[in-house]
């Protein structure tokens, strides 16, 4: 093929393909400049910077809505990204939080006018990483979409430059962050200098030769190394044990609109793209369709000393791939096992006594990031052995991480709005509210009672999901720490109720205003509505959940 030809398939395949199946993100980038715009002429005196904000994120999510899934996984741009059900399900609920989210900051007052432009570009930055982070295809877009997710977000807990305690909380994220960050990129350079490949697909089957090979026992150590650095990059965006630590400082330190971006999208994201790579590594596609530049297998000419593509046939040896692959699946779910077991015991213990709210509900994240880790090693050891029934466990994380959107947002909601009534994010000064605002506590209590996992709640069917698909792939003793560590979350949850039901208001406590009939009260009111109607009526979401995972494993 001449490099003419070559230009021409790349354009061809662009403009055919990759833009219009990524035409969500690029309403986001032109959104961007839009704002930078918008503030050279407004002098950030006016709502512009929200105007701009709403239309675009709403522009995008139709965009992503409209979208029809493929009939199977379309690599685009080369093979960087894929275009499936997968990517699509997660990018709608990335675009479809940013809207709700984007309606919360509006009512709670942050940002406030001269910052607003700033604060939304971040917001869209990291929305446009973490867009790229579900749809990866290749481990240099791995990495590249978790920086661009994490960067945006450093500067995001320093937003209000008055505070202090704010921008001790950002130095100490973007510290923390390289440094995760240095250890998974060595991890990465290690993986893909072994295999010789940094294409997802093909590392599966480079993996599998190498593992079925007289001499793969050789590389077990680096491949060891490898999985256990990139994992560490995983671990830190989930806040997973033990590279949490800077999950509570941050929360407590950035506003509680950041906080909840941090605890909700990054969570999302992060966890979508640790599903891509472990299955993608763990398991071999029936059928491997790749653009022309990524290559499947490489021969060097000894004249040119350029690498060559030759063509593989891979479906005949599928079988005997994912047998060779078992190694590597044992391992990297036992791994996440372990994460998991521990995140969540070691976040639901350290969130007793906490009278901060934005710490207490740093520690329920934690939590939740160790419930979410443990069908994604249910998902990994199912993979080999029965597909489908690891298709239905990636449906029931998607599920648990839609209900997760929905729970996570309505605590952080309450609490900027008791904070703006009260100037106050300690739990003590929330006593007695239910005498002054009965509508607004019982919307608190059916978002705590959500993340517990209460019926007939979302959280309760998000959970019974994800510990059922776990119980399924054998992982017996993992099932029972769930259970109890939700029992365990009871507590500290029912001492938020508790606190605005039967405490005494105390003396000299600003009365609050907000009522169900308010704007606040109204934004609350609908998370509850919809976590009571995800419990009632969950199928629907949850097919969409199926469809979407319909295409993780091909």
């Not at 999208?265 to 491997?288: C, D, E, I, W, Y």
């Not at 059916?446 to 776990?470: E, W, Y």
């Amino acid at each position: 093929m001449t490099f003419y030809e070559l230009v021409q398939n790349s354009l061809r395949d662009s403009l055919g393909t990759s833009i219009p199946a990524f035409a969500p993100e690029l309403l986001l980038c032109a959104t961007i400049v839009m704002l930078l715009l918008g503030r050279m002429f407004s002098g950030g005196r006016s709502n512009l910077a929200y105007v701009i904000m709403m239309v675009g994120c709403l522009a995008a999510f139709v965009v992503a809505w409209r979208t029809d899934a493929p009939e199977k996984p379309v690599e685009i741009f080369t093979g960087m990204l894929v275009h499936d059900s997968f990517a699509l399900f997660m990018r709608r609920l990335l675009l479809l939080f940013v809207i709700l989210f984007t309606s919360f900051t509006r009512l709670s007052g942050t940002p406030d006018r001269q910052t607003a432009t700033e604060f939304y570009t971040l917001i869209l930055g990291a929305t446009l990483g973490m867009c790229l982070m579900v749809s990866a295809n290749h481990m240099l877009i791995v990495f590249l979409g978790i920086e661009m997710a994490s960067v945006p977000s450093y500067a995001l807990v320093g937003v209000i430059k008055e505070r202090r305690v704010s921008a001790e909380a950002a130095l100490k994220f973007a510290v923390f962050g390289g440094g995760a960050a240095g250890v998974m990129l060595y991890g990465i350079s290690l993986l893909v200098g072994t295999l010789g490949t940094a294409h997802l697909p093909t590392m599966s089957v480079r993996l599998a030769e190498l593992l079925g090979s007289s001499a793969g026992s050789e590389y077990h150590p680096i491949l060891v190394l490898a999985g256990l650095m990139i994992m560490v990059g995983f671990a830190f965006k989930l806040s997973a044990v033990p590279f949490h630590f800077w999950t509570p400082d941050v929360f407590e330190g950035a506003t509680a609109e950041v906080a909840a971006f941090l605890s909700i999208a990054s969570k999302a994201a992060a966890l979508a793209l640790l599903l891509r790579v472990t299955l993608g590594l763990g398991h071999v596609p029936s059928t491997l369709d790749t653009p022309t530049t990524v290559p499947v297998r490489y021969a060097v000419s000894e004249d040119a000393g350029t690498a060559t593509a030759e063509s593989a046939s891979v479906s005949g040896l599928v079988t005997d791939s994912n047998a060779a692959l078992l190694p590597a699946r044992q391992y990297s779910a036992w791994l996440i096992a372990l994460f998991a077991a521990v995140t969540c015991t070691f976040g639901n213990l350290a969130a007793y006594g906490q009278d901060n709210m934005k710490r207490l509900l740093a520690y329920s994240t934690i939590a939740h990031a160790g419930y979410m880790l443990m069908p994604v090693a249910a998902a990994i050891l199912l993979a080999g052995t029965d597909p489908e029934a690891s298709r239905f466990t990636v449906a029931a994380i998607g599920f648990y991480i839609a209900v997760y959107l929905f729970m996570n947002l309505g605590a952080f909601a309450l609490v900027a709005f008791l904070r703006n009534e009260l100037g106050s994010e300690q739990l003590p000064d929330y006593a007695g509210l239910a005498r002054r605002s009965p509508g607004f506590v019982i919307c608190a209590a059916v978002v705590m009672f959500s993340l517990v996992g209460l019926p007939p709640l979302a959280g309760f069917a998000a959970k019974f999901a994800i510990f059922a698909q776990t119980y399924e792939a054998g992982l017996l003793s993992l099932v029972v720490i769930g259970v109890l560590n939700t029992l365990f979350s009871l507590f500290y949850y029912l001492r938020v109720v508790k606190t605005m039901v039967l405490d005494p208001e105390p003396e000299g406590r600003p009365a609050p205003t907000i009522r169900i009939w308010s704007n606040a009260g109204f934004y609350c009111a609908l998370i509850a509505v919809l976590l009571v109607a995800l419990g009632v009526f969950w199928n629907p979401l949850f097919a969409e959940a199926q469809f979407a995972a319909s295409m993780l494993l091909p």
